[in-house]
């Protein structure tokens, strides 16, 4: 288990204690958790921003869409999310319709974006208590889970500190916790480690394992880091302009390309490098 940082070798211990005596309880063995079924996007500005995608996640899965800048990965996962309004096609998380049932799946999911909005003049344990109550915790337990996973963020010093201060990445990870406070069934993660240096990027990879491990989160994320896809992945979408262009576990990707890397994989499959693409 890589610690957050070098002082902090109990890492473990604070999601223990973050979980409680409950493992694994999120875990249905029903199928999918995620059904997604030609699934598109047009934007009123006329960009066909999703072209009909169909994919299935499995419960306790990390499932991670990968694609260059533009391919279509923010608005699918912003539409699973119930963020973005589908123009075609259905989705349902946890059996309930993104569109029809959107209230009762928001309260099952955690959603961490990639721009984040904080309120410059709260501070983090502020934010992160009140996503706690408005998910229906006691102040208590709001207040306790809040320490508990700044702490495991890196940003345990920062607590008190308003978010006005924080640096880019530490927003960006005080939203990944506020994401987690309510320990949802499903979490959405757009660009997780989008401008986190490699120690606080390997960090959230830590994090995000032992969550799945431990509590059986099914943990969905977009992103364009090939060594991302690859370590933290179960399986994983490559997209290109809104389309599938191939899944399945990074391994099954790398040996029908024949490939040593997924980055050789993703050159197969797409006929172009991510990086030049992006
Ligand atoms: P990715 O996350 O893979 O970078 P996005 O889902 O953000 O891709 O964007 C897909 C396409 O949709 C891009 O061409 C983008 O410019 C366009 N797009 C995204 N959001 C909007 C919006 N709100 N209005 C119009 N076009 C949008």
Redesign the pocket.
């Given at each position: 288990m890589t610690s957050f940082d070098g002082e902090r070798p109990d890492h473990e211990a604070l999601l223990r204690e973050l979980v409680g005596s409950e493992p694994r309880r999120l875990r249905s063995d029903h199928g999918d958790v995620i059904v997604v079924e030609a699934l598109s996007?047009r934007?009123?500005?006329g960009?066909?921003?999703?072209r009909g995608v169909s994919f299935g996640v499995r419960s306790g899965e990390v499932f991670g869409?990968l694609?260059?800048?533009?391919?279509?990965?923010?608005?699918?996962?912003?539409m699973l999310g119930t963020l973005?309004l589908p123009s075609g096609g259905r989705a349902s998380v946890a059996g309930l319709d993104v569109v029809a049932q959107r209230r009762e799946v928001r309260r099952r999911i955690g959603f961490a974006m990639?721009e984040v909005g904080v309120d410059d003049l709260a501070t983090g344990r502020e934010l992160l208590v009140l996503h706690g109550r408005l998910h229906g915790l006691s102040r208590r337990e709001a207040a306790r889970r809040a320490a508990l996973l700044l702490e495991l963020v890196g940003l345990g010093e920062h607590a008190a500190a308003r978010m006005g201060d924080y640096s880019g990445g530490m927003k960006r990870r005080v939203d990944l916790a506020s994401a987690l406070i309510h320990l949802p069934q499903v979490v959405f993660l757009?660009?997780p480690t989008e401008g986190l240096d490699p120690r606080a990027r390997a960090a959230i990879w830590a994090a995000l394992a032992w969550l799945r491990e431990a509590l059986g989160m099914t943990i969905v994320l977009?992103t364009?880091y090939m060594e991302e896809a690859d370590r933290l992945c179960d399986r994983i979408a490559i997209?290109e302009r809104?389309r599938i262009v191939v899944s399945g576990t990074p391994q099954e990707l790398k040996r029908a390309a024949r490939a040593v890397t997924l980055e050789d994989a993703y050159l197969h499959s797409t006929g172009q490098a991510l990086e030049v693409a992006a």
């Open positions: 996007k934007y009123p500005n960009t066909e921003a999703v869409i694609g260059p800048n533009g391919a279509g990965k923010s608005t699918t996962i912003g973005v990639q757009d660009e977009t364009h997209v809104g």
